[in-house]
């Protein structure tokens, strides 16, 4: 099956700085990918569509100014967390829809991105 | 708007039973239904697909099935073992969209 990579898998930084976290779609290209965050012991909640080539679609309650997406390539989108703080803690987990046989589609998951922020 | 829910949020049950996790979509406009399998502190790995054409998918010990006009779908382990024990997902596509909604996931626990 089709494979998403993320990068990195874990990070820790400092409140106030940025941090980014790439997504990679490794076999297959996506002009579409999203982003899910997930809190402790709580389910995914989509956070924001990154589409290639054009500005990202955030869901409603998203800040797009501290959540920075860029789709640049066909199997690279980026998050960027700006100014991140304790709150912003969290594992990020981005999907690509890929073909799943013949002309249907399956979202592919990467393995997600844990985030301390202290 | 779509929104998924799933029922029950816990359950505990004995090493050897047959269970079923509920899984409950509000919009039936869905390309796809998708349940998913998270350990504690890992990422998701995905179970079973239904597209929305399909009624059931089968694989090993675990069976879904799909029904659009009632806006649920359905898990079924046979003979759970304690390495079942994880938290379940569905997610359900948005309308017209393959963006995902997830439900508010079920934690399994069997016990050995």
């Known amino acids: 099956g089709a494979v998403v990579s993320q990068h990195p898998s874990w990070v820790i930084c400092k409140s106030g700085t940025s941090v980014k976290i790439e997504c990679r779609s490794l076999d297959f290209q996506a002009t579409t990918m999203f982003w899910y965050r997930q809190f402790p012991k709580q389910s995914l909640m989509l956070m924001a569509t990154s589409n290639e080539g054009s500005k990202a679609t955030y869901e409603q309650g998203v800040e797009k100014d501290k959540f920075l997406i860029n789709h640049a390539s066909l199997t690279l989108s980026t998050l960027t967390v700006t100014s991140a703080h304790p709150e912003d803690s969290s594992f990020y987990i981005c999907?690509?829809?890929?073909?799943?046989?013949?002309?249907?589609?399956?979202?592919?998951f990467g393995p997600g991105t844990r985030l301390t922020v202290t | 708007k779509q929104e998924v829910t799933q029922i029950p949020a816990a359950l505990s049950v004995p090493e050897g039973e047959n269970l079923v996790l509920n899984c409950s979509f509000t919009d039936s406009a869905i390309y796809n239904l998708q349940w998913f399998r998270q350990d504690p502190g890992k990422g998701l790995t995905s179970l079973l697909l239904i597209q929305s054409s399909q009624r059931e998918q089968t694989s090993g010990r675990l069976n879904a099935s799909l029904d659009k006009s009632s806006g649920r779908s359905t898990l079924y382990i046979a003979a759970s073992q304690p390495g079942d024990s994880a938290t379940y997902l569905c997610a359900a596509s948005a309308s017209g969209t393959y963006k995902y909604i997830f439900g508010t996931g079920t934690r399994l626990k069997v016990l050995a």
């Open positions: 999907s690509a829809p890929g073909l799943a046989g013949g002309s249907s589609y399956e979202q592919y």
